[in-house]
């Protein structure tokens, strides 16, 4: 069965502190993987996809298929990036997203 | 501007009224889809539609409905409401690669 696993409910670090949110999957065959992220009373929105391996808002994250993990990594944490972040899954060429129960990073000033 | 719409944005019903949560995206899109947030359970998928008049059960479907007969829109239909079904409410729709999600609606069912 396809799941997503974010063991942390929350995380709290201090502002320029490095930040790690973990997240694993379980699927069978080559999963699209993606990092959602939700601020404060805003919408969910789209932070960053495994296959553009970009960097967002200096957010980087790369697919380990030997751990099956996706953890989305900051080195120097803003206060402006508390928020709800999302791990979620997709299959290749499908359009269902899952989605992981969420991290919520506070970044204390 | 191109974007995803729900109205309304905040809902206090009784149990066993019905309701509507409309949803309307200008981006074309064909793929739509209604997910639920709960705080410890993360978004589960209630519905989703690949195109007009096709739609198919998510994760979470039962106490719910769906329509799509136009590309644009696809509500969400709440026959006869429960508590359980407190919850705040997204929509979404997707182009080749990326969905996006409307403002969220928050339900209370008294």
């Known amino acids: 069965a396809q799941r997503v696993t974010q063991p942390e409910k929350l995380l709290s670090v201090f502002k320029g502190a490095p930040v790690e949110l973990k997240c694993n999957y379980s699927y069978s065959g080559s999963p699209e993987l993606f990092w959602y992220v939700q601020y404060s009373r805003q919408r969910l929105q789209l932070l960053l996809r495994h296959i553009s391996r970009e960097s967002i808002k200096g957010f980087t994250a790369d697919l380990n298929k030997g751990e099956t993990s996706f953890h989305l990594k900051k080195p120097f944490a803003q206060e402006e990036d508390s928020a709800m972040y999302y791990c979620?899954?997709?299959?290749?060429?499908?359009?269902?997203?899952?989605f992981g129960t969420g991290t919520r990073l506070q970044v204390f000033p | 501007e191109a974007q995803v719409t729900q109205n309304p944005r905040y809902l206090i019903t009784v149990t066993g009224k019905k309701l509507t949560v409309t949803c309307s995206q200008n981006?074309?899109?064909?793929?739509m889809s209604w997910y639920r947030q709960d705080p410890g359970l993360g978004l589960r998928q209630i519905y989703y539609?690949?195109?007009?008049?096709?739609?198919d059960k998510g994760d979470v479907p039962e106490g719910y409905k769906v329509s799509r007969k136009e590309k644009r829109n696809f509500p969400l239909i709440l026959e006869s409401p429960s508590p359980n079904q407190t919850s705040l409410y997204f929509c979404?729709?997707?182009?080749?690669?990326?969905?996006?999600f409307g403002p969220g609606t928050r339900l209370l069912v008294l």
């Open positions: 981006m074309n899109h064909e793929y």
């Open positions: 979404a729709s997707k182009d080749l690669e990326t969905q996006y």
């Open positions: 979620a899954l997709s299959k290749k060429n499908t359009d269902k997203l899952i």
């Open positions: 539609s690949m195109n007009v008049e096709v739609t």
